[in-house]
């Protein structure tokens, strides 16, 4: 079964459905582009910041190659290493440096020239198999600077440093003599400015020497030592600037890139985009709850215009259901829209349309039950009339004029009660003694084989009825259960009044009727070769064309005990019977 909705309900849903598309269709577009955006701030910030960390960090190399070539130039024009004045300026340029280490002097057989500060030698180790010392030979004028490593050339000396070193040629014993110049600078400083920046909680920064793709730095260097930690250092290598995205990982990392000039060192920042996401997050947070709030507005907006727009309808309807439960005097408001005026003046016009057509179709049918009235009152009269003058004539045939005077002087007296001056409503009293004078008149022509009394209260006398409603039934009593029994009969008529509504009873001690039979004549469909044959069903059809279908007659019998008619119409004065005696004028 399909399930009807309500106008209202269509066109709150329709508003509602349409403005969360458009919403939807828009918040799609903005996270989209909110998404792109932080992605690119994202970009930018992490680039930005190991641009800076690459400045620093290429200011603070500059500076400390600075002090090392004012040494380097400082030595090569003294005259000899082991001058005193040397000596002292070299101490005064270290003491400008809080993170110079060491300043040491060799020849080119690996010999130490110069020392400052004045530290023992491992007596173990030999300067010509150092990396830093072969490479400053095999290159020279160049400035190498190593990879971060404990320093190793002093007893008891642990500390982590940088070592740069330079070929040069200075003057030892008054003779021209290569050798090389190391310094080493505290890596503390280095790793300070690497570790200063933040890249969101879980980001960092290493640095990359891009040489031989060795991590020069790194804040977890030890979980990569172990295994534990891995760098997309390929992905590194590959990019001189810019940032690229890893996926090599669980998360997609964003790796930013930015080469230290003069070094061979790469700054490379590592963010995690989670994180650099945190912000478009928290704004599609806020997009999401003010959708659900806007959302909620237009439920409401929707409900009230729908309301709005309905509710002219809505009373159109309850105008409808008026007239369909029987107010044909309901007017439909005219209030609301074009269209909606336009229905509800098709309406009134319809309905003034169908209030005539149906008051004229009660006038015609009052008209049509007057008629049948009269065609059922002309049918009792002539045929109770041929029955008492053939009682009559077989009395006078018998020269029994006592009975024939009695017989003639009820039927008068019943005949000018029957003609009620052309009404159909009379008083009780009269139809009570037109019942008696027929029941008299039965009396005779069967020659006292029953005999008759009346329990009638008076209070109902003055009330009207139908008039010739006992006959009939008094007929029937004779006929169907008095004539037909070997004992004597006995017919009693009662009368009273029951909840509104006049109650009269015939009853008699007749041969009754069968269940089958009584169930017939209960439904109207009963026929019967004796009697007049419309008596009884007469009387029936008419109390209900003139009362209503409520009302009329009812039959309870049983055999050999008799048989209880009782007719039943609404309770009527005389004032309420001029009224509707006028009606069915």
Do not use: C
């Not at 997609?252 to 994180?275: A, D, H, P, T």
């Not at 039927?411 to 029941?439: Q, T």
């Not at 069968?514 to 059809?541: D, F, P, Y």
């Amino acid at each position: 079964m399909i399930r009807r909705r309500s106008l209202q309900a269509i066109l709150s849903a329709a508003f509602a459905a349409f403005a969360v598309f458009m919403i939807a269709i828009v918040s799609l577009a903005l996270y989209g582009r909110f998404t792109e955006t932080a992605k690119e701030n994202a970009y930018r910030n992490s680039q930005q910041i190991i641009d800076q960390v690459s400045y620093n960090l290429e200011i603070y190399i500059q500076g400390i190659s600075d002090v090392f070539g004012m040494m380097h130039h400082a030595i090569g024009r003294s005259g000899g290493a082991e001058s005193p004045a040397l000596l002292e300026q070299l101490d005064a340029m270290m003491s400008t440096r809080a993170d110079i280490v060491s300043v040491a002097l060799f020849d080119d057989a690996g010999r130490l020239q110069l020392d400052l500060p004045n530290v023992d030698l491992k007596p173990s180790l030999r300067i010509t198999e150092e990396s830093w010392y072969r490479s400053a030979l095999d290159t020279p004028g160049h400035l190498k600077i190593s990879l971060p490593h404990v320093q190793n050339l002093y007893l008891r000396q642990y500390r982590w440093v940088v070592s740069l070193s330079k070929s040069i040629s200075f003057v030892k014993n008054g003779k021209p003599t290569n050798g090389v110049l190391l310094m080493d600078v505290n890596f503390n400083r280095i790793d300070e400015l690497s570790n200063r920046v933040s890249l969101g909680k879980k980001g960092y920064i290493y640095l990359l020497d891009e040489s031989a793709g060795n991590i020069v730095y790194h804040p977890q260097l030890q979980l990569i030592y172990a295994g534990l930690k891995q760098e997309n250092v390929e992905l590194a290598l590959r990019n001189t600037y810019g940032s690229a995205i890893d996926r090599t990982g669980e998360e997609e990392r964003l790796v930013s890139v930015q080469s230290i000039g003069n070094v061979g060192w790469k700054v490379v920042g590592v963010s995690y985009l989670s994180e650099a996401l945190t912000t478009s997050s928290a704004l599609n947070r806020s997009m999401v709850q003010l959708i659900a709030a806007v959302v909620i507005i237009i439920a409401l907006l929707s409900g009230l215009l729908s309301r709005r727009i309905s509710r002219p309808i809505k009373r159109l309807e309850a105008s409808m259901r008026s007239v369909e439960r029987g107010e044909f005097d309901t007017v439909a408001n005219e209030e609301g829209p074009l269209e909606i005026k336009s229905l509800a003046d098709r309406f009134n016009l319809m309905i003034r349309t169908i209030k005539g057509l149906m008051e004229q179709i009660v006038a015609e049918q009052e008209s049509k039950r007057k008629h049948e009235l009269e065609a059922l009152q002309a049918q009792i009269n002539p045929h109770f009339l041929y029955n008492t003058l053939n009682t009559v004539v077989r009395m006078v045939g018998k020269n029994k004029n006592e009975e024939v005077v009695t017989t003639i002087t009820s039927l008068s007296k019943l005949f000018r009660i029957s003609i009620g001056k052309g009404k159909s409503l009379i008083p009780i009293a009269d139809e009570l003694e037109h019942a008696r004078h027929y029941l008299i008149i039965q009396q005779v022509r069967f020659k006292n084989k029953f005999d008759f009394s009346f329990d009638v209260r008076e209070d109902i006398l003055t009330h009207l009825t139908l008039k010739l409603i006992l006959q009939p039934l008094i007929e029937n009593s004779i006929v169907h259960g008095i004539e037909p029994s070997i004992d004597k009969g006995h017919i009693a008529v009662s009368a009273k009044l029951e909840n509104g509504d006049i109650v009269m009873v015939v009853e008699d001690n007749g041969i009754g009727m069968t269940e089958e039979r009584l169930k017939l004549v209960n439904a109207g469909i009963a026929t019967s070769s004796k009697g007049s044959g419309v008596g009884v069903r007469n009387v029936q059809e008419r109390i209900r064309l003139y009362f209503g279908q409520a009302y009329g007659l009812s039959f309870e019998s049983e055999p050999e005990a008799g048989t209880k008619v009782t007719a039943r119409f609404p309770a009527i004065l005389e004032e309420q019977g001029q009224r509707k005696g006028e009606s069915h004028e």
